[in-house]
């Protein structure tokens, strides 16, 4: 029997029990990201780095005051990054405003309308941070020989697509995901493109160790009931992987035994 | 003098270190601060002096996927 004791994971020498993952974007205000993100249980919470609203009022709750980094191990992202500079710049900036937390999530984007990411840059951005010191979480396409050239340079964990971030398209293309799983030995996170509850099992069913989500559940009509269905069915999918699933077959097969029939 | 501060004119008092920028804009919370593309560390924001024409960029975490 499996259980969330025991089936931990490791991203950069931290073991996590919650393998999802959640973005802080898109929620309504401060109550409802709370709501949602409590409800999911995720332990690595993404937050994005931007310029400070120097009109702020001053009783306007700051995003680490919602999700303390003493209780969340926070994953500044570079969301907005259209070349490597401005990603390297943002982590670094993000390690000092964390006080030297140095987990991140590389996202090297390319085309606003797709918003797939520059492998090219994400590369030579991954290099330089990993030079840097950073322990980097890397988002990239859903393709294995990328993966595995993202995990040789040192990244922590790679995290492919399951389509375009914000679709909530489900993962397009399980052959690939189920190749990228096969082949690393570095933790591999679906990251975007989950729209629903099944899209998280089926990744999870793929043998995938985690799925980083945001759209999906901000935008869900009940954010917090959507956040407690991605909990059950991360859940409900690693252990279906775990359990192994029965062979498909192309006909029936009886459940019910044909001896001791007495009609 | 002036500086460019996130992208906007902002005036301040010549000589102006980086304590007193953040006095005067009474920030709250966690942020971080990067003069001419240089990163301020935290236990530098009292020596640090400001010059006229700086461009001063001051950031936090917000919502983000």
Same mark, same amino acid.
Do not use: H, W
């Given at each position: 029997m499996t259980n969330s004791h025991t089936d931990k994971f490791t991203i950069a020498d931290s073991k996590y029990s919650s393998r999802l993952l959640v973005g802080t974007g898109k929620y309504k205000n401060s109550e409802q990201t709370k709501s949602a993100i409590d409800k999911?249980?995720?332990?690595?919470?993404?937050?994005?780095i931007r310029r400070t609203n120097l009109g702020q009022k001053k009783n306007e709750p700051n995003l680490l005051d919602i999700i303390p980094?003493?209780?969340?191990?926070?994953?500044?992202?570079?969301?907005?990054?259209?070349?490597?500079?401005?990603?390297?710049?943002?982590?670094?900036? $993000?390690r000092e405003l964390l006080n030297g937390h140095d987990l991140v999530k590389l996202e090297v984007l390319a085309d606003e309308k797709t918003l797939f990411p520059d492998i090219t840059q994400t590369l030579d951005a991954a290099k330089k941070l990993i030079d840097d010191n950073f322990k980097v979480m890397v988002y990239t396409t859903d393709d294995p020989i990328i993966?595995?050239?993202?995990?040789? *340079?040192?990244?922590?964990?790679?995290?492919p697509l399951a389509a375009p971030i914000g679709s909530g398209l489900g993962i397009q293309?399980?052959?690939?995901?189920?190749t990228i799983v096969e082949n690393a030995s570095v933790p591999i996170i679906v990251d975007a493109g989950v729209?629903? !509850?099944?899209? !998280?099992? *089926?990744?999870?069913?793929?043998?995938?160790?985690?799925?980083l989500m945001n759209t999906a559940i901000a935008e869900a009509k009940n954010p917090t009931l959507m956040a407690s269905a991605m909990?059950? !069915?991360?859940?409900?999918?690693?252990?279906?992987?775990? $359990?192994?699933?029965?062979?498909?077959? $192309?006909?029936?097969?009886?459940?019910?035994?044909?001896?001791?029939?007495?009609f | 003098m002036k500086v460019l501060l996130n992208g906007s004119s902002y005036s301040i008092e010549d000589n102006c270190s980086v304590v007193a920028l953040i006095k005067n804009l009474e920030l709250n919370g966690k942020y971080a601060i990067e003069i001419n593309q240089t990163i301020i560390p935290r236990s530098k924001y009292s020596n640090q002096?400001?010059?006229?024409?700086?461009?001063?960029?001051i950031v936090q975490a917000i919502g983000g996927g």
């Open positions: 999911s249980g995720a332990e690595i919470v993404t937050v994005a980094p003493d209780k969340y191990t926070i994953l500044p992202n570079t969301a907005g990054c259209y070349d490597a500079a401005s990603a390297v710049r943002t982590c670094q900036l $993000a993966a595995k050239r993202l995990e040789e *340079i040192g990244c922590v964990a790679v995290m293309n399980p052959y690939n995901i189920r729209g629903t !509850a099944s899209d !998280a099992s *089926i990744a999870m069913e793929l043998g995938c160790d985690g799925v909990k059950k !069915a991360i859940q409900a999918g690693r252990e279906a992987y775990l $359990a192994g699933r029965m062979p498909k077959r $192309a006909y029936a097969s009886a459940s019910s035994p044909i001896d001791g029939r007495f | 002096k400001i010059n006229s024409g700086d461009k001063i960029e």
